[in-house]
């Protein structure tokens, strides 16, 4: 069974690192094919992609956010970390992180974390 | 970046009858278009990838149609579990991006 599990700060205040862990568990991103990627949804709004990372240690980044994301993976530890820097009120969302559809190239979320929810508030 | 318009923004319908959400790209994304249901406090869940192949255990009442930059997504007889929002997310050139979504609600 594949699961994936998000965990951070629920509250970061402006101006500050967010650092979110995502462990996972059921697969290998050390497998060929294999993608995880972070999502975040603000309040009431749509989903917006941040950050993917493949099996072969393959980095792309939103061009919107690019400048203030870093994502990385420990392999041994099955995490992938996203750290977001200068953080503002509008970055306030629940967060998720999510496995790709291998099959298809890493052009499909197909497992989903629960979220976690960020708050950006002085 | 490529921009993905769905519409329409509300859909409301009874139970039993057909869907049918559009999502147009601003450009060609060949097949890379995927299509996802959300319900309150839950994650998004898989329906379809590559434009109509369903994603494992979807039922055979959602299809998805595409390719190139106008796609579909089809609930044939709408279940009482269907009421939710849609999404509509490609990749190209290593960029993703999602719709702003379709809300079915029941009429």
């Known amino acids: 069974q594949v699961t994936l599990r998000e965990s951070g700060p629920a509250l970061v205040k402006p101006t500050q690192t967010l650092t979110l862990t995502c462990t996972f568990s059921g697969f290998s991103l050390s497998t060929s094919g294999m993608c995880v990627s972070w999502v975040r949804q603000p309040p009431g709004k ?8 493949d099996w072969d240690d393959d980095k792309y980044y939103s061009t919107s956010l690019k400048t203030r994301l870093t994502i990385s993976k420990d392999t041994s530890k099955n995490q992938v970390v996203l750290t977001m820097t200068n953080m503002d009120p509008v970055d306030t969302a629940t967060y998720y992180c999510a496995r790709m559809l291998a099959v298809a190239a890493c052009d499909a979320f197909d497992i989903w974390g629960q979220g976690t929810m960020v708050t950006v508030s002085s | 970046e490529i921009v993905l ?17 559009s999502c147009r790209a601003s450009q060609s994304v060949s097949s890379y278009l995927a299509w996802y249901q959300q319900k309150p406090g839950q994650a998004p869940r898989l329906l379809i990838y590559d ?3 369903r994603a494992t255990g979807i039922p055979a ?14 609930i044939s007889s709408l279940e009482p579990e ?5 999404y509509c997310q490609q990749r190209s050139n290593w960029q993703l991006t999602f719709g702003g979504g379709t ?4 009429k």
């Open chain 2, 82 to 86: 269907d009421f939710a929002v849609y």
């Open chain 1, 46 to 53: 749509a989903l917006e992609w941040l950050a993917l990372i």
């Open chain 2, 103 to 106: 809300k079915v609600e029941i």
């Open chain 2, 5 to 21: 318009t769905q519409s329409p923004a509300t859909l409301s319908l009874s139970p039993g009858e057909r869907a049918t959400l």
């Open chain 2, 61 to 74: 009442r959602f299809s998805g149609s595409g390719p190139g930059t106008d796609f579909t997504l089809t």
């Open chain 2, 51 to 53: 434009a109509s192949n």
